[in-house]
Nanobody, 126 residues
Framework: QVQLVESGGGLVQAGGSLRLSCAASGRTLSRYAMAWFRQGPGKEREFVAAATLSGSSTRYLASVKDRFTISRDYTKNTGYLQMNKLKPEDTAVYFC???????????????????WGQGTQVTVSS
């Protein structure tokens, strides 16, 4: 099975950028569909961005579309979430997730992913 470790979180001012990384070990990330979720204080975990196993299809939460980009580097076995024009409401713990299942379409549910990282905190100040 794959192990996932996120990094790259931190404190940033509104309008700034961060790039989150999701380092995979144990298995090659090319065999997994992957996604990013986030959980704000007192809130449920919500979908942010996802890509199919091939990476050919992606999907984003409406409020982050055109600001966030999901990608992966197969040579580094690492996934990324590039976050631009950050807003205070983006403040949350961000989790990467992966799964070997690859049905048609991009999956956005928490239950669609088996493997999870421990999360990285992103705080956006106003």
């Amino acid at each position: 099975q794959v192990q996932l470790v996120e990094s790259g979180g931190g404190l940033v001012q509104a309008g700034g950028s961060l790039r989150l990384s999701c380092a995979a070990s144990g298995r090659t990330l090319s065999r997994y569909a992957m996604a990013w979720f986030r959980q704000g204080p007192g809130k449920e975990r919500e979908f942010v961005a996802a890509a199919t196993l091939s990476g050919s299809s992606t999907r984003y939460l409406a409020s982050v579309k055109d600001r966030f980009t999901i990608s992966r580097d197969y040579t580094k076995n690492t996934g990324y979430l590039q976050m631009n024009k950050l807003k205070p409401e983006d403040t949350a713990v961000y989790f990467c997730a992966a799964d070997t299942r690859d049905p048609p379409g991009v999956r956005v549910g928490v239950g669609d992913y088996t493997y999870w990282g421990q999360g990285t905190q992103v705080t956006v100040s106003s």
